[in-house]
Nanobody, 127 residues
Framework: QVQLVESGGGLAQPGGSLRLSCTPS????????IGWFRQAPGKEREAVSC????????YYLDSVKGRFTISRDNAKNTVYLQMNDLKPEDTAVYYC????????????????????WGQGTQVTVSS
């Protein structure tokens, strides 16, 4: 059974940093695209970033470009989202997600749903 486990959320001040981690069990990231999504209260879920473990290509939401960095450590079977210069509008529940087959980054971000989701981790940016 595939499970995605997120960690690293919490409270940060504006301008601060957090690093989220996503580690799947029962699943190897080597050949799949994996992404981070977020949902704030009263808002639709949006794709924040994703990375193709096939060729390393990435996607970033415009509002996080230059502040967030997605990376992977295949040896640890873990994907990270380093979030710097956090803003109050980054406050949301963050989820990682992936699928049981490979999708390019361009297709991945257009998909309305994915096969596997983590339980979510709360990120709150407030002074």
């Amino acid at each position: 059974q595939v499970q995605l486990v997120e960690s690293g959320g919490g409270l940060a001040q504006p301008g601060g940093s957090l690093r989220l981690s996503c580690t799947p069990s029962g699943f190897t990231l080597d050949y799949y695209t994996i992404g981070w999504f977020r949902q704030a209260p009263g808002k639709e879920r949006e794709a924040v970033s994703c990375i193709s473990n096939n060729d390393g290509s990435t996607y970033y939401l415009d509002s996080v470009k230059g502040r967030f960095t997605i990376s992977r450590d295949n040896a640890k079977n873990t994907v990270y989202l380093q979030m710097n210069d956090l803003k109050p509008e980054d406050t949301a529940v963050y989820y990682c997600a992936t699928d049981s087959r490979f999708f390019t980054v361009d297709n991945f971000i257009k998909m309305r749903t994915h096969d596997y989701w983590g339980q979510g981790t709360q990120v709150t940016v407030s002074s």
